[in-house]
Nanobody
Framework: QVQLVESGGGLVQAGGSLRLSCAAS????????MGWFRQAPGKEREFVAA????????DYAGSVKGRFTISRDNAKNTAYLQMNSLKPEDTAVYYC?????????????????WGQGTQVTVSS
């Protein structure tokens, strides 16, 4: 099992940047593919970005491609989501997720482990 704790959320003006972190417990972090998802009020949870175990391959939702960057540091048991050029429509609770049985997935149900979420609010 792995426990995930997100941090780095907050309030930022449109055009600003934030970096989210997802700290994982345990010694097998490198065995897990990682994903970031978000959920705005009244909406379903949606895919943001995903990264393979080694960090060698990534995937992004079209709405964030070119603005967000997912990365990981397996030595620090941490995944990151660098968010630049933020827009009000990026406002949501952001969750990181992990699973050791997928290569990299855009589907929330493919991830077994989830963090508690961190709020990101972008003001116009």
């Amino acid at each position: 099992q792995v426990q995930l704790v997100e941090s780095g959320g907050g309030l930022v003006q449109a055009g600003g940047s934030l970096r989210l972190s997802c700290a994982a417990s345990g010694r097998t972090f490198s065995s897990y593919a990682m994903g970031w998802f978000r959920q705005a009020p009244g909406k379903e949870r949606e895919f943001v970005a995903a990264i393979t175990r080694s960090g060698g391959s990534t995937d992004y939702a079209g709405s964030v491609k070119g603005r967000f960057t997912i990365s990981r540091d397996n030595a620090k048991n941490t995944a990151y989501l660098q968010m630049n050029s933020l827009k009000p429509e990026d406002t949501a609770v952001y969750y990181c997720a992990a699973d050791r049985h997928v290569l990299r997935s855009t589907t929330p149900s493919m991830y077994a482990y989830w963090g508690q979420g961190t709020q990101v609010t972008v003001s116009s």
